[in-house]
Nanobody, 121 residues
Framework: QVQLVESGGGLVQAGGSLRLSCAAS????????MAWFRQAPGKEREFVGG??????NPNYADSVKGRFTISRDGAKLNLQMNSLKTEDTADYYC????????????????WGQGTRVTVSS
């Protein structure tokens, strides 16, 4: 099993920045990729960005490209969010997969509890 714990959510004004972190523990050697997803009220969960645990460049959703940056620091996955918009308001989830990096939430085996990001106008 892999345990994922997110931190760093909160309230920020539009144009501001937040940094989310996801600490992975347990059988992390079984992880092949990790990603961030988000879910806004009344909407489907959507892929934000992800990275292969072994390295390489992250992939991003078009909606966050150029504003969000994913990085890995040991067993921690970070999401730096800049130039935040009101439409970025959502619950953000960290996810890990034993398989290849995918934009589909169904391919992820482990999930964190989520952290809320609220961007005010």
């Amino acid at each position: 099993q892999v345990q994922l714990v997110e931190s760093g959510g909160g309230l920020v004004q539009a144009g501001g920045s937040l940094r989310l972190s996801c600490a992975a523990s347990g059988r992390t050697f079984t992880m092949n990729s990790m990603a961030w997803f988000r879910q806004a009220p009344g909407k489907e969960r959507e892929f934000v960005g992800g990275i292969r645990w072994s390295g390489g460049n992250p992939n991003y959703a078009d909606s966050v490209k150029g504003r969000f940056t994913i990085s890995r620091d040991g067993a921690k996955l970070n999401l730096q969010m800049n130039s935040l918009k009101t439409e970025d308001t959502a619950d953000y989830y960290c996810a890990a997969s034993r398989g290849q990096l995918s934009t589909g939430s169904a391919y992820y085996n482990y999930w964190g509890q989520g952290t809320r990001v609220t961007v005010s106008s």
